[in-house]
């Protein structure tokens, strides 16, 4: 628990591995022609901000409503994990 350099070291493999898969995904969108970038660094940022907006509502949708409904349901803590994560 908490920051530690033996913490941080054993689970440094996956921001590589979340790198990885995002770059493929990237190379793929790029390849099948669905990759675009707006066309002016002002809609760039828009489009940056409404995303971290979205994530953020997203995120606390799934915290603050499905995953205390699992709880609040009876569901052990572990499972209710999986099921709000699989949703």
Same mark, same amino acid.
Request: some cysteine.
């Given at each position: 628990?908490?920051?530690?350099?033996?913490?941080?070291?054993?689970?440094?493999? +996956?921001?590589?591995?979340? &790198?990885?898969?995002?770059?493929?995904?990237?190379?793929?969108?790029?390849?099948?022609?669905?990759?675009?970038?707006?066309?002016?660094?002002?809609? #760039?940022?828009?489009? @940056?901000?409404?995303? +971290? $907006? #979205?994530a953020c509502v997203q995120q #606390?949708?799934?915290?603050? @409503?499905?995953?205390?409904? #699992?709880?609040? &349901?009876?569901?052990?803590?572990? $499972? =209710?994990? @999986? =099921?709000?994560?699989? +949703?």
């Open positions: 628990m908490g920051w530690t350099t033996r913490n941080l070291l054993r689970s440094a493999w +996956i921001v590589g591995a979340a &790198a990885l898969v995002a770059g493929i995904a990237i190379a793929c969108a790029a390849r099948i022609g669905t990759l675009h970038v707006p066309p002016t660094p002002t809609q #760039f940022v828009g489009r @940056f901000i409404g995303y +971290i $907006i #979205f #606390f949708l799934l915290q603050d @409503f499905v995953l205390l409904r #699992f709880l609040e &349901a009876g569901l052990a803590p572990r $499972i =209710a994990v @999986f =099921a709000a994560a699989t +949703i």
